[in-house]
């Protein structure tokens, strides 16, 4: 089997969700898969051995932040990513594209490349598509995405247009860069709300051949519903056996109602972000751990999840971590968060197998738990 290869085992009968495999280097990721972010080469505030524990198969980096900060020399002298984070299962980068156009006042940009300053020490920087492949490659991960440019939302429809263009066009030249045969290349697909330049978008980059496609451009700012439903001529237009990653998508109800649609990846800083301000995940609800309510409450976080923290711990217990804003409460509550997500997804994957994602998904949209985070 080759280094990377993306096999379907199954798809629902009334929607698009599928069930699959990817095979990297550093092992198998059953998709649909949610993977969460470790920004600067860590999901903030919990070790590689519980993420392992919960269930993780996969996790994010961003070239980026780790670019500025240790360096990228510094990661590949080390180890590369996986050595860095002591992680062994497979790893994400996402080219930076995202971070650095979220930082519009400090950059400058043309048809070669971006400029911009740091948000370290203000030095400034300059990253071609090939340059951006090199700082990819010395960091390590199994799964690369191409430098894109991401406009804010709204844009108009001018601008957006000049970033699909660019975008494949940066496309082109980074698959041309990119060198290391143990590293899959994925292109990204922009395009915004305006479905014609998503399906010129698709167009291109599916014509410059990848092994798999970033959809990237939405949880932005959009409205959910508008963001689904321009996500569903995107999905059905790529390439069937390529996967399919919704690129910052955390929200539990988002995340299904994408997987109908046929991703097959997503990710987000959603559960950990949450976490750290005292929210979780449950299957009642969206619950704030900051509400006096749960002071006397001995019960678990959320009596239908299995976690090692709702097996410990008390809701009183937790929100006294989270009143204290005690470093653990923010662990606890982002070990429940991944914890639930990665068993949201399980189920999602298993419905699918027994033919009834539809049912699956009906059922969770007139449960307490589809509310938005």
Known sequence: MPPFDFTIHAVDGETAARRGTLHTPHGPVDTPVFMPV??????????????????????????????????TSVVRDVGGLHGFMGWDKAVLTDSGGFQIFSLADTLSLDDDGVRFRSIVDGRWHEWTPEENMLVQQDLGADIVMALDVCPPYPSDERTVAEAVRRSADWAARCKAAHTREDQALF???QGGLYDSLRAESVERTAAIGFP????????????????????????????????????????????????????DMLDSVLPTRTARLGTAFSSQGRMNLRNARYARDEGPL????????????????????????????????????????????????????????????????????????
């Open 38 to 71: 470790g920004t600067r080469g860590t999901v903030k505030g919990v070790t590689a051995p519980q993420l392992e524990e919960i269930g993780v198969q996969v996790v994010l980096a961003n070239a980026y932040h780790l670019f500025l900060r240790p360096g």
């Open 187 to 189: 292109g990204i697909v």
């Open 302 to 373: 959320d009596p239908g999840c299995s976690c090692a923290v709702c097996a410990s711990y008390t809701r009183a217990y937790l929100r006294h971590l989270v009143s204290m804003k005690e470093m653990l409460g923010a662990t606890l509550l982002s070990l429940h968060n991944l914890s639930f997500l990665a068993n949201v997804v399980g189920r999602a994957r298993e419905a699918i197998k027994a033919g009834d994602y539809a049912g699956f998904l009906g059922e969770w949209m007139n449960s307490p738990a589809a509310v938005d985070y």
């Open 212 to 263: 798999g496609y970033g959809i990237g451009g939405y949880s932005v700012g959009e409205p959910h519903d508008l963001m689904l439903e321009s996500l569903a001529p995107v999905c059905s237009a790529l390439p069937r056996e390529a996967p399919r990653y919704l690129m910052g998508v955390g929200n539990p109800t988002t995340i299904l109602a994408a997987i109908a649609l046929g991703i």
